[in-house]
Every structure is written in structure tokens, then in C-alpha cells.
């Protein structure tokens, strides 16, 4: 039975329609009001809320397409569902493209309609099941993330309770770990839980400047500074100013910029390229990167004093194979991710196959690499999940493009039944997790009979 506070509207011009409909919902144990036409409906919808709406397609004043396109204008967080006695295909086509949830035809029997406002309210429990993942995806409850970043697995709770209690402070932080791991989100993620969240958060990666631009870039210059300096510049660090700025790839910096940079951190102070003045800036430093600056000290490529300056507090962040528990919590995010940006519902998750072959593979481009698996198994899948084939070959996905005869080896009617047979029950079970009640009823066979199958074909 339904908690006695879901509310239905039911919209109907026949009086004995809305007594019948009235009667039975409030049998079973739903809150229900009634109006005679999409207009007296609309009000009703505006004043209070409602779970469902079932509202009848012909009327006087204002029809049920109507109500449905007024209905949306309006907001309304009401699942609608469309009645009909003189309903065809494209009526029901219209009104799902309309917004309608479902669409059911008259006469019906009294058990379809409590059927389809129990499909009903599990859509919506998914829906809002699906609202709670993007919440926790986003970063909006701690315990499973620091901003975008996201992972339960002990070293990334630690890495995210370390960046925390660091983000209050003004303390230069290192932040290490492969490419690809999500040194920068880290980094934004200190800067948007410490007091300086609304002040500016400069990123620049050291490598991809030229070496003879680099003092301009980060220090700005005055006008007549050099050949084409038509007028003064900010640098980076007063862009930044009273907020922070994030070093990409610190171990890229050329030794006669590490000596300026250590004197700003010391003097917090800089000077425009060009300019006999010096501007005082507030700029708290983050710097990453994928080399061990230690090693780079030994070998003269990097100062000493800079790394110390530097790595007052060290935040590692370990790399995907470390930590293959947070790959099913990844994949979720990034099919929610590609899917909301392709517009696309089909595609709901990852199969436990998948998933295994995903967990096994040792990810050297780390969680950016992940991300880019998962954008071209969104693409490539053609069911609500993403199968093994849908995977890159490196990672062990199989192609099923070639051929027939090719895909089967044989040419038998008898033998390729079978084969195809085996290969349908074994999708079946990989896209269910195992679920045999499930997979029979995508194989659209009985359950027996597939339990039959499976021990047929040593499944």
C-alpha cells in the first residue's frame, strides 16, 4: 500500500469516470481530488502539490495536450499520467514528448491503473535516488569527497580529511602524484573550503610556458617593457591576489624563475618586468607535480631551499590501481556525467562484467584515463549499460563487428543457434549481475527454461 500522504489529481469531464477512480485510489490508500477539465486541473496544480496526476486527453475548456504543456510551463513536480478512449500511437508519442510519464488507454481494468502509479512511484524513488548520487558526486556530502573529486577508499578519505584541515590555512601546500590522478582538483578544492573560496583560483601549468615569457607571464610587465608591451599587464600573481595560485607542474620550472619565486614566497612582494617598483601581493601558493623534486634536487635541476619553501605540507595522491575500490563509485560519476551531457537516459550504469575488467586494468593515465574509457563506452553502448565490448581491446573488451560466419566459425543453422543462444544468455547475465529472474524476462523466456540453458551450456 502506498504511504497515505501521496496525493493524485485525477482530471476528467466524466463525472462517473472521477467517482470510479476517486473510489478505488482511496481504497487504496492514496490521497485524491478531482476536477472536470485541464483548467479547473491547472489551479488545482498550483495551489498544492501533487505525486501524481491521471488526466484524461478529451475535454471541454482546456484538453488534456493542453494541461500537459501548461503543466510543464508551470514547474510542477507531478508525474502525469495520459487517459484515452480514442488514443492511437501518436497520440501516446505526443504526449511523451509532452512530458507525460505514461499513457494508458480506455476501458482499463481497475488493477492496470494501480499498476501503473506503483511504476510510477518507483520511477520516482529512482529519480530521486539519482538526485542523492549527483549530490554526493558534486562533493555536497564530505564523507565521500573533497569538491569534485571522489572516492571512499581509506587513502583517498585521508587524502581529502588532509586537504580539509590544510584548506583554513595560508600554508604552502606540494601536492604529488602520477598524471591523470586530479592534482588541480585537489587544489581547487583547498581554495574553495578556505576563507580565500571567493577571491580568484589561478591555475597555470610551468611547462607550458616559454621559458622567455615565463617572468612576464607570472610577474606582468609595464608598458615600453619590451618590443610589443603597449601597455602595462598584470602577471599571474596579482590576478591572484588574495586568493590562490596553483603551480602546475612545479618540477618544469627553469632554475632562474625558481630564485624569483622563492623571493616572492619569502618577500611577498613582485615586480612587473619593466617597473623599478614593487607591488605587494596576499597569494597563497598550491603547486603540483608528477616528478619526485627530490630526486630533482639531487640531480641540480631543482633548488633546494624552493622544495622546502615548498612542501611545508605534502598531499600524495595515490594512483587508480592503488585504490580500484573507487572505480565502481568513478564510473558512476562519469556515465552520469556523459550521459547528462549527450542528452542521453539510455545508458544507466556499467555491468559487473565490465566493472571487473575495469578493476583489473592498472591504469596508467589514472583517473583521466578512466574518464576517457567511460566517454567512449557511453558512446559505443547500445543497452541501458555498458558491456565488456564496449571497452577499448587493452582492457580486454571484444568486438562483435565482423561477419557472422566469422563471429559463429560455423555456417550450421544448428550449431549457430546455439551458439547465439549461449552468447544472449551469457549478455543477459552480465547486464542483470546475475539476476536469472531478470535476464529470463530480457530473453523473454521462462525461468526454468533458462535454468535449463544455463546448465546446458555450463553457464
Known sequence: MPEPDKKVLIIDDE???????SALLTGQNYSVKTAGDGMAGLKLLQKQEFDFVLCDIKMPNMDGMSFLKAAASAGHSATIIMMSAFGTVD???????????????KPFKADEIVLVLKK????????????LLKKRIAGLEGSLGLGTMIGKSKVMQEVFLLADRV?????TVLITGESGTGKELVARGIHNNSPRAAKPFVAINCGSIPENLIESEFFGYVRGAFTGADRDKKGLFEEANRGTLFLDEIGELPLSMQVKLLRVLQEHEIRRVGSAKNN???????AATAKTLAEEVQAGRFREDLFYRLNVINVHIPPLRERAGDIPLLCDFFVEKFAAQMDSARVQGVSPAAVKLLMRHPWPGNVRELENVIERAVILADK???????????LGGQKHDRRLDDILGTLSIKKGRKMLE????????????????????????????LLSKIKEYGL
Open 280 to 286: 605587494k601581493v596576499d597569494v597563497r601558493i598550491v
Open 15 to 21: 463525472d462517473n469516470m472521477r467517482h470510479m477512480l
Open 384 to 394: 541501458n549499460v555498458i558491456l565488456p565490448e564496449n571497452l577499448p581491446d587493452k
Open 422 to 449: 549461449q552468447r544472449l544468455i551469457s549478455r543477459a547475465l552480465e547486464s542483470t549481475g546475475g539476476n536469472k529472474s531478470r535476464a529470463a524476462e530480457l530473453l523473454e523466456i521462462s525461468y526454468p527454461s
Open 167 to 171: 584548506a583554513g590555512h595560508t600554508t
Open 91 to 105: 497520440t501516446a508519442l505526443e504526449a511523451m514528448k509532452n512530458g507525460a510519464y505514461d499513457y494508458i488507454s
Open 120 to 131: 510510477a512511484a518507483e520511477r520516482e524513488r529512482l529519480r530521486q535516488e539519482n538526485i
